[in-house]
């Protein structure tokens, strides 16, 4: 298992806020990073969001059901938190929607968020996928089933409207995420298509894109037409 450390931010601000909270604010904060943009770039009423996780929730609820949790970690096992947490820090103020599964939920997700931009609700979509597993490390052992090697990750995705089309398919069985983002990475969950993503952007591949996500029995597909990103900007 490959475990985050909890991110250097404001202490009295995130004093009390679990690591999975911690780690969805900081990856936006690196997504803005990328984006060469200010937090004031995604707030307001035109930013959507949409939250995505599997795991994540795990950590606050096993916190605050054993006796060696404490109530501090309640406000954190609602499906809510981690979303509010985020949407409160960069003032996001848009539509919004919370998806929990495994890696073809982070599918759905992309997709969703198209769906929102295409109807026009808002004009920029923030897609966020966190998966903890360290807290619960024991449980997860025992379970078995998981492909493993347990990696933790917190990607932000930014979307806009854009140039060709998305096609959303679904079906049975299993086929390698894009660019083998499990092979090469891990067992990273719901965030699985966003590291796809990611991979075939640092590749420097154009389109058409393609990504599978694998979960239980079913297959969830996403192709673009073109490549779903801007080449990366090139120093002078």
Do not use: K
Not at 17 to 35: Q, T, W, Y
Not at 174 to 198: K, V
């Amino acid at each position: 298992m490959l475990s985050l450390e909890r991110p250097a931010l404001d202490p009295e601000r995130f004093r009390r806020s679990p690591r999975e909270c911690v780690l969805g604010v900081a990856a936006v904060a690196a997504m803005l990073e990328d984006a060469e943009e200010g937090p004031e770039a995604i707030a307001g009423e035109d930013t959507g969001f949409v939250f995505v996780t599997a795991a994540a929730y795990a950590a606050s609820n096993r916190a605050h059901i054993e006796p060696r949790g404490s109530n501090v970690y309640f406000p954190y096992t609602a499906p809510a938190a981690i979303s509010g947490e985020v949407a409160i820090e960069y003032g996001i103020r848009g539509p919004y929607g919370i998806l929990i599964g495994g890696p073809t939920a982070g599918a759905d997700a992309i997709a969703h968020a198209a769906e929102m931009l295409e109807a026009g609700t808002c004009r920029r979509v923030l897609v966020l996928g966190v998966e903890i597993f360290e807290e619960c490390a024991d449980l997860y052992d025992r379970a078995g089933g998981l492909d493993g090697p347990l990696v933790e990750a917190a990607c932000g995705l930014w979307l806009e409207p854009g140039e060709g089309a998305l096609t959303l398919s679904r079906g049975r069985g299993r086929r390698g995420g894009a660019g083998g983002a499990r092979r090469r990475l891990g067992e990273m969950l719901a965030c699985e298509p966003l590291a796809a993503l990611a991979l075939h952007r640092a590749s420097g591949r154009q389109g058409p894109v393609e990504i599978h996500a694998a979960w239980r029995g079913e297959t969830t597909s996403l192709r673009w037409s073109h490549a779903p990103y801007r080449a990366r900007r090139r120093a002078a």
